[in-house]
């Protein structure tokens, strides 16, 4: 059972920056993939950023060049760095774990979900 832990969300104006965190325990062995997604009022779950355990790195096409995932293995943390955040941005931002190999790390199928944290970008 993998628990996850999610915090640093909070409400920034338009072009500010935020950094998420999530507290990954409870494996025995890394997540083959971790990621972060997002959900907004009325709209459905998207992949924002995925990471494997070995660096395969995936973005979503609207936040490429502003976000930056990456994992610190020694403090099982997952991390999401948001620079020139936009209105569009806001959303429940969620983080997942996967124990298994994924052909789409972005896709909402991870076994493993945080509780989210809350993104509110004002214009």
């Known amino acids: 059972q993998v628990h996850l832990v999610e915090s640093g969300g909070g409400s920034v104006q338009s072009g500010g920056s935020l950094r998420l965190s999530c507290v990954a325990s409870?494996?025995?062995?890394?997540?083959?993939?971790m990621g972060w997604f997002r959900q907004a009022p009325g709209k459905g779950r998207e992949g924002v950023a995925s990471t494997s355990h070995n660096g395969w790195i995936m973005y979503l096409d609207s936040v490429k060049g502003r976000f930056t995932i990456s994992l610190d293995k020694a403090k099982n943390t997952l991390y999401l760095q948001m620079d020139s955040l936009k209105p569009e941005d806001t959303a429940m931002y969620y983080c997942a774990a996967d124990l298994r190999w994924k052909s789409l790390p972005l896709r909402d199928d991870y076994n493993y979900w945080g509780q989210g944290t809350q993104v509110t970008v004002s214009s």
């Open positions: 409870g494996y025995t062995y890394l997540p083959s993939f």
